[in-house]
């Protein structure tokens, strides 16, 4: 079945740097994938979909400047929250292809 | 009107008991639906996708549609204590930007007591 790699599992920053997290689609080539956001006891919120080779379209309310999406290949997407602040931390997970696989989410952090 | 809604719990059952998850959503265009477990601190995991009215079986979950009631729900049979955890409907979704997408309830927090 479809498997979904996000890396890395967990991360702590300082407030104003930037972080990376990738999300692979292993074993199927994806040109479609979803970035959600969840806050504590909150549901998924989706940010943005990730397109293969073209732009990402974003949710109302995300601000394509902070949240940079860039998904260069078929199996690869990358979110980078840039200028990270305390309020962006959070659980961000990606899913690929159909988007009803999970991978397995990043704990953000920022101190 | 939040575009999928269910009932934040938690819901307790005791162990051995049909568990009973339901779920509202406003578009009446939508056509897919899908059961998710998740744990704490985990991310969801895909229990059952639902595209037709009536009931759809795997194991001990059954999915039930209503596209006229606009209503999804899901029934746990012989609840254990591993089913505790919070259940989110998720629905395809028409956005305000013109596509489709997964929209997600707020979660049923599911309890099965030993």
């Known amino acids: 079945g479809a498997v979904v790699s996000q890396h890395p599992s967990w991360v702590i920053c300082k407030s104003g740097t930037s972080v990376k997290i990738e999300c692979r689609s292993l074993?199927?080539?994806?040109?479609?994938m979803f970035w959600y956001r969840q806050f504590p006891k909150q549901s998924l919120m989706l940010m943005a979909t990730?397109?293969?080779?073209?732009?990402?379209?974003?949710e109302q309310g995300v601000e394509k400047d902070k949240f940079l999406i860039n998904h260069a290949s078929l199996t690869l997407s990358t979110l980078t929250v840039t200028s990270a602040h305390p309020e962006d931390s959070s659980f961000y997970i990606c899913s690929a292809g159909s988007g009803y696989t999970f991978g397995s989410g990043t704990r953000l952090t920022v101190v | 009107q939040k575009e999928v809604e269910q009932n934040s719990g938690p819901l307790s059952v005791p162990e051995g008991a049909i568990a009973s998850l339901n779920c509202t959503y406003s578009d009446r265009g939508s056509q897919s639906f899908f059961w998710y477990r998740q744990y704490s601190g985990k991310s969801p995991e895909l229990i059952m996708s639902?595209?037709?009215?009536g009931d759809k079986e795997d194991g001990r979950f059954t999915a039930q549609l209503n596209k006229a009631s606009q209503y999804v729900s899901l029934l746990i049979r012989d609840s254990q204590p591993s089913d505790s955890a919070t259940y989110l409907c998720?629905?395809?979704?028409?956005?305000?930007?013109?596509?489709?997408?997964?929209?997600f309830g707020s979660g049923t927090r599911l309890q099965v007591q030993p």
């Open positions: 639902i595209y037709s009215n």
């Open positions: 998720a629905v395809n979704i028409h956005l305000d930007t013109g596509r489709r997408a997964l929209t």
């Open positions: 990730s397109n293969e080779g073209s732009k990402a379209t974003y």
């Open positions: 074993d199927f080539q994806a040109t479609t």
